[in-house]
């Protein structure tokens, strides 16, 4: 288990308790994070999901993959740092104490 930070954009945070083998995504759409829609349950279809993963934690977290990245500039014309689709973050013990931020609007 880890503990994850959403922040809104308005700078209010809920720090989130993870469960077994599950995505920053998931932990957020149990919690109902606003501004986390995550229309596709996970599939990487929708683009939904995006978080930005706080500095200090990027290189933690790493980048992108192939198909999420072509996701990510598909929906914002760009591939911004630490942007992520976060049903694509797996969480492990490693990332407890993990802060993301919500978008003002999804992909
Ligand atoms: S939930 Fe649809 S791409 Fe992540």
Do not use: Y
Not at 29 to 36: E, F, I, T
Request: glycine fraction near 12%.
């Amino acid at each position: 288990m880890a503990r994850i930070t959403f922040i809104q954009p308005d700078g209010s945070r809920q720090v989130l308790e993870s469960g077994e083998d599950e995505t920053v995504m998931l932990v957020g759409v149990r919690h109902n994070v606003a501004k986390l829609p995550a229309d596709c349950g996970g599939q990487l279809a929708c683009a939904s999901c995006m978080v930005e993963v706080a500095e200090p934690w990027r290189a933690a977290v790493g980048g992108p993959g192939l198909d999420e990245g072509d996701m990510i500039e598909d929906a914002l014309g760009m591939r911004p740092p630490g942007r992520r689709l976060s049903c694509q973050v797996r969480i492990t013990e490693a990332l407890d104490g993990l802060e993301v931020r919500l978008p003002e609007t999804q992909g």
